[in-house]
């Protein structure tokens, strides 16, 4: 009983440390997210973190990994809901973007964290793994739509490569102009998207 007491408290202390690592990264960005302010944010000594990450490398992994899974619990069940190919590839756009206009600061410290991370010894930065994963996930809805004879003959790598460049260059207009119309590239993406995909009769 003690033990997964302790344990509990553990996990909701690593939680309550990732929040005001993103909270830091958005707001002062990632070069100034020192471990000293994240446990000022936190109102912890930096040695709690230590103890519980061993290091701002490991925190900001964990940071990724949960801005990670704040999109794919929003983005997934909106996806596998869907009857069709095209219109998975619909809700993987239109959830991306609304995941965006929903969670601003954990995307900006995404951000943050993708542009000024580097990996250790030139090697692949933070955000590298998710990044292929994002990538392998939609090849995954492409394969399907070809398969079902929905989509035309194309690479699927590189037309998931497209789509994620599109969607990856939204959060650097959002975050310079705050009456971008979110909505409207929403549809225009949408749009674009499933004529480049589908199969012409």
């Not at 309550?16 to 020192?34: D, F, M």
């Not at 944010?41 to 973190?49: D, E, F, L, P, T």
């Not at 909505?183 to 995909?197: G, M, P, Q, S, Y």
Request: glycine share 6%; charged share 25%; hydrophobic share 45%.
């Amino acid at each position: 009983m003690q033990s997964e007491s302790r344990t509990f408290i553990e996990e909701a202390r690593r939680a309550q440390i990732i929040a005001c690592a993103i909270e830091v990264i958005a707001e002062h960005g990632y070069a100034n997210a020192t471990m000293a302010r994240i446990a000022k944010q936190a109102k912890i000594s930096s040695g709690v973190i230590s103890y519980h990450f061993g290091g701002k490398d490991p925190l900001i992994q964990a940071v990724v990994a949960e801005v990670a899974k704040l999109a794919t619990d929003l983005m997934l069940p909106r996806i596998l809901a869907q009857p069709s190919a095209t219109e998975a590839l619909r809700a993987y756009i239109e959830s991306n973007l609304e995941f965006m206009r929903l969670h601003r600061k954990p995307l900006l410290a995404l951000v943050e964290i993708v542009t000024h991370a580097q990996g250790g010894e030139s090697g692949p930065g933070p955000y590298a793994e998710q990044a292929e994963v994002a990538i392998t996930d939609l090849e995954k809805i492409l394969d399907w739509g070809r398969q079902a004879g929905e989509f035309r003959d194309f690479h699927q790598r590189t037309m998931a490569i497209a789509i994620r460049g599109a969607i990856d260059a939204v959060p650097g207009r959002l975050f310079h102009d705050p009456d971008f119309d979110l909505d409207l590239l929403t549809r225009e993406l949408v749009a674009t998207f499933t004529i480049a995909t589908r199969r012409q009769p």
